[in-house]
């Protein structure tokens, strides 16, 4: 596994998160050494999915308002329906994407959370991939959107689906080591 050791990772999410888009690129983090801190509109805990079925929670570290994003080397986006859907109305969450962007660091999303990255308007002229469903949003954005099981687009990283974690999870390291 690509070492990673002291590299500050933010995960950004709240309830209707895609438990094993959250808790495996986590875990994979870890165990290469990485600091990760997970940020959320709530400090209580956040509600995970198992597909339509509630999962495990997770207690926050920090408050999206709170988030100094030049304190990070990367950031991870879950997916699940609802996550993406309620940080795309969140005015910090779209801050933390946009100042990722702008300083050039690795930002990975997968399945549904590209949505927030549609939302933040820093995919345009990107190539990417994600759930089927928000693909046209994805494309109406400006985005190139393609069917393959990880998109590496520059500092950019998407999966389509908890079937690609492996994958997204090895160009989420290899991006990390490289910056």
Do not use: Y
Request: hydrophobic residues 45%.
């Amino acid at each position: 596994m690509t070492e990673v050791s002291r590299a500050k990772i933010l995960i950004i999410a709240t309830d209707g998160f895609e438990q094993s888009e959250l808790f495996k690129p986590r875990e994979a983090l870890l165990d290469a050494g990485a600091e990760v801190t997970l940020a959320s509109n709530k400090r209580e805990p956040i509600q995970g999915m198992q597909h339509h079925e509630k999962g495990e929670t997770i207690t926050p570290d920090v408050a999206l308002a709170d988030v100094r994003t030049e304190d990070f080397d990367a950031l991870v986006i879950p997916g699940g329906v609802a996550n993406p859907n309620t940080l795309r109305m969140e005015e910090d969450a779209l801050r933390i994407v946009r100042d990722f962007f702008d300083q050039d660091k690795p930002v990975a999303a997968i399945c549904h959370g590209p949505w927030l990255l549609a939302e933040a308007d820093v995919i345009d002229g990107r190539r990417l991939t994600s759930w089927p469903s928000i693909r046209t949003d994805l494309a109406n954005a400006g985005a190139e959107v393609v069917d393959e099981q990880v998109v590496v687009d520059g500092n950019l990283i998407t999966s389509r689906k908890p079937d690609d974690i492996p994958a997204f999870n090895a160009a989420l390291l290899k991006a990390i080591s490289a910056a």
